[in-house]
């Protein structure tokens, strides 16, 4: 279970301090998929980054219990898997290099199995061809691909998927999303993904959540009937869409003025 | 022509004559610094007729080109004496680097007029400029020239140039009037038509001198003494032989040019001693005048006297 | 082997542009520190009488020496100066008063503390180039994107894994390039510490024919050293092709 | 405010720490080559009846033209050798052979043709910094990614107009950075350059007291040099901060 | 009128040369909006740059055709305008300088009008409060808003946008794309939109175009009857949607190999 505890974040620069979250606390269960959905600016990536403790954080704790045991959430002590935005794949390094890395870094084995594992999740993805070009020689939906490939290589106990599946296409996009169900299925890792698409969210998130424009606060919380279920025809599932989607509009004080 | 005959045919006869007295203990190692001019001639001898082995010493000439490294080599105790002047020994008595004369050595200052200036002689060189070094014995040599011959050296223009080849090359295309150089570059410079105005050693100027460190002669003051014994062999030597038999030896050690093989000639060189007090005094007056050491500094303090067994 | 011959060919093309330049220099300016490029290789089995492969190898010796110091010690340097305020705060004043002297004027130290031999050779070029590896480590590392780290601190990865997978990396493209500058200098130091204590080396070889005013030795050392000097940066250029093949356009 | 106040907290605290090593090692070397700092700084007053403005005035002049005068041919030609085929197929091997010729040997004919005043020094300085603008230009503008150039093509943007909205900007960096490193240098040659036919500067002050083997003198020199150089590189990376905003971490 | 005839488009690396594109063809009348879709990897932003003149074309032509004047398309004398998957904006400006580069660059006067354009424009996207700031200091969503922002103000005959709104929550993507709709309305530039989404591409394509894997190829070709409808709830609009997704699908053959 991660908990997030009244954390705030700002950025900094030369003549300006930006307080993008103020006082957010959260909960994530183990093996929870939780959804984030919220407008453009708010605050998801960086909440993404301040988990995988890439961002620090001004204020606050994030901790990570498992079995009782409550510990700083630690990049060290804990196996988090991370797809960032821009996918951060590192350009010096081959694909397949940057699937190994993580691994190494951990100092996991790459037995058959490490090398099975690879090679299916690479072939789901459809990106075996491109295991030994460098990321500048791939196509947008490619390092994409790539990036997701490399988080679930990894098998992390917290997943943190910023955004992974915007920029493929239909088809292939339900492919990943299928991949992702079926690692879920195996081995539950504790999964926050940020998403624009509702209809995403309603597929992959056991519980979603809306974020608002006003420094982080958490607008809107659901627990997810749909999950899993591909094209619900049901008439409820239209209705929390519709909600899902009204909370995403710009709070009505902010249109007033 | 010379160039193909071998030019140690002679020192190797010296060396087998020598040979009989050989020596039984291990040759002291001496090193000394120096700068190519036509002074090093008898200690490159020394090494070349076997005078070294005859002496029981191991003579090192550490070639430096620039005078700044050679001290700093000096200071480092890397060496243990050097081929210098009046005015560095006094210098290096003001940095408290005890640095004693020992002896002198030969070698001449000429002060040459550019070929293109019209200069004929020295009385014309008032408002000209002259290529030099500060502080050093051309320094010190040339207003000892200036003097001798009753000028007022305040019209001549000094320009600093460290290096004497880029002072050669500045009277060689007309950008200096006048420069004051040791062999070979005097010699290069006359062949090149510059005009020959004044010397060092027409006014019995020799300012040039070796010296060693104190602390060397107390360590190897034996082995120095001997030095100097090889070093008036190797004058008494040069003075005797056609200097054709040598000027190979010549040619590398000092750097003439190559042409130069079969026109060299050199002035018989003097045996070493230590210089007369009245030139030492005139070059501590000169030099503490200049600020380059006190005007307590006195003969004894810059002498040492390895002749005295 | 086409590359190769390609290579050749532009080390022709330039090597002769490069005396074309030289010859009509020399015949314009008429002085004699330019001599005619023609007399100079007349003159060219000098070299070979003068142990020319003793010179280049004592100086490779020397250079080789002064860079790969200078790039173990400036390089952790730079880095732990660009990654630690405290090493900042320390190093940085320490290091802007210190490039800007002349090391060449602490010679005198150099000698009493390692000799007039190699010693000292080596420890004046590498306080030259160290300051050049430092200054251009610390900017480059303090250049780099900060995203790019994202991924391998996510996984928990140690200070010394981030170095070596992020840091060193991103910053070699800039590192060769120092590298490169600082072998041009290092090739130009030769010609001050070979001035004084030995006999070899490209640098004394030439500072030994100037002061015997013997231009076309001079010469001959300088095409020397030049065409050293130009191999030596191609093969850095090969390095840097074979270790950057990620960034190749 | 502050951030001046900083800064001279900055300067203090270091050039008390090189003090203090300065300090400890001449107590532990106990040669004279490495003089006491205090004997040092009791005679500091020497400077200033020195003319010590005068010397540093000449010094900058020097240093500022000959750092300009690189730049300005020397950015020009890295870019033209990045971005055209035919300029780097003539220059570069022009460069990689003439980069390694030690400038220094080049002084006599620098005296001949520009004489011993400011032309043969600026010419030295020049020769041996553009190389390295040259160098690290045409290497930062071969690194950058070729994905910044797509909008302004794509409006149809002259070269120069690429040049100065894109090429520029993304070597900036880089460019500062080689500039500090090419400040190093400048301020090292001084000690060459003034080392002939002049009676001002910063490096004549310094070889003037070593050949006088004054020591102390030397050191107050050292230390005028250094605390310019200093200021300098302060000044540099005041430029750098303004320039840069948009990359500022 | 842009007339592509016979495009190959290569990728060479040191050791490798990959062709994407192998003569291609394809006629884009003036004023039309022509939405491309295809599988990741397939080619579409090459064919966006090739059309940019930032990729350079291996063996064809590209032509603009106006008032039966035939020329090769080019940057210098058209009028192009392009969003790339990446961005685009220089990071060493800000947003602002990022708008007004473009108009510098084609000489064009920076009147009261164009300033209110401008206004208009970033009003209409949400980021007045983000001109003055760098694009590292923005979000995913902002860059891009930024990035469609700079490609309008600039009011191109060619517009090329590849995948502009990927990054963009429902809300401000139907903001976006009702803006582009009243831009085109308002001086009909030649469009090409490169877009993952079936239901945008029915939404502002007049006509849409799917590629194939196979070297750019073309599998499909359709006017759009639905240009500019939000939600029709029509039967043959899920029908053509269907379609589309279909053809988007790999071709058999590779699934069966
Ligand atoms: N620099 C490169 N070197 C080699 N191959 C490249 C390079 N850039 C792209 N490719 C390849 O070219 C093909 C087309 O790339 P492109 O970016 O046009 O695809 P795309 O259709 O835009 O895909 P996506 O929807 O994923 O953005 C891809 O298979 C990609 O791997
Ligand atoms: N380096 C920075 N400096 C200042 N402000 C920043 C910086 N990075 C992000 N911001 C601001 O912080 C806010 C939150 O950014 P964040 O990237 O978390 O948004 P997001 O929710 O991920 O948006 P999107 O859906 O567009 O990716 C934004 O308003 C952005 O402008
Ligand atoms: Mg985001
Ligand atoms: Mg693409």
Known sequence: MVLVENVSITYKSINEKTQVINNLSLKIEKGETLVILGPSGCGKSTLINALAKTKTIESGRIDYIQDGDRKALSSKVHKIGIIPQNCGLLPWKTVMENYLLPLKIRHEEINNETNKRIEEICKSLDIIPLLHRYPRELSGGQVQRAAIARAFILEPDLLLMDEPFSSLDEITREEAQSLFLKIWENYKPTTILVTHSIDEALYLGSRILVMGTNMGNIKYQIKNPYFGKLFPDEVEYLSIKRT?????????????? | TTKNQTPNETPNEVQNETSSDIPTQEATEITIGMMSSSDVIPYVLINEIGLAEKYNIKLNLEVFTSAKDRDAAFQAEEIDGVLTDYIGVCMYQNANFDVKITGITDGDYLLLAGKNTG???ISQIKGKSIAISENTLIDYTF?????NNNIDNVDVTREVVPRIPDRLELLRNDKIDLGLMPEPFATLALNDGAVLLGSANEFDLYPAVSAFSQTVLDEKGEAIHNLYKAYNEAVDYMNKTNIRDYEEIVVKAVGYPEEMIGKIEIKPFRTSELPPKSEIEEAIAWASNKGLCSSDLKYEQMIYDVYSE | MRKLIKQWEIFIQGFLLINAIWLISSIILNINVVP?????????????TNDVFLHV???LKRIAIGLILSLLIGVPIGIGMAYSKVANRILFPLIYFSYPIPKTALLPIAMVLFGMRDGSKILIMFLIIVFQVIISVR????????TVYQVIKSVGANKLQILWNVTLPAILPQLLTSIRVSLGTAVAILFFVEGYGT?????YYIIDAW?????IDMYIGIILISIVGFLLFNLIDFISEKMCRWSNK
Chains 1, 5 share one sequence.
């Open chain 1, 244 to 257: 899902l989607r009204d909370k995403l509009k710009p709070d009505v004080k902010n249109k007033v003025i």
């Open chain 2, 119 to 121: 200069i004929t002689d």
């Open chain 2, 143 to 147: 207003d000892d020239i200036l003097k």
């Open chain 3, 36 to 48: 005619n490029p023609i007399d100079v290789y007349k003159n060219l089995n000098n070299l070979f």
């Open chain 3, 57 to 59: 190898f004592y100086s």
């Open chain 3, 139 to 146: 900017d480059s590392v303090n250049n780099i994107d900060s």
């Open chain 3, 199 to 203: 006999k070899f080396g490209m640098g």
């Open chain 3, 211 to 215: 002061s015997r005013i013997n231009y």
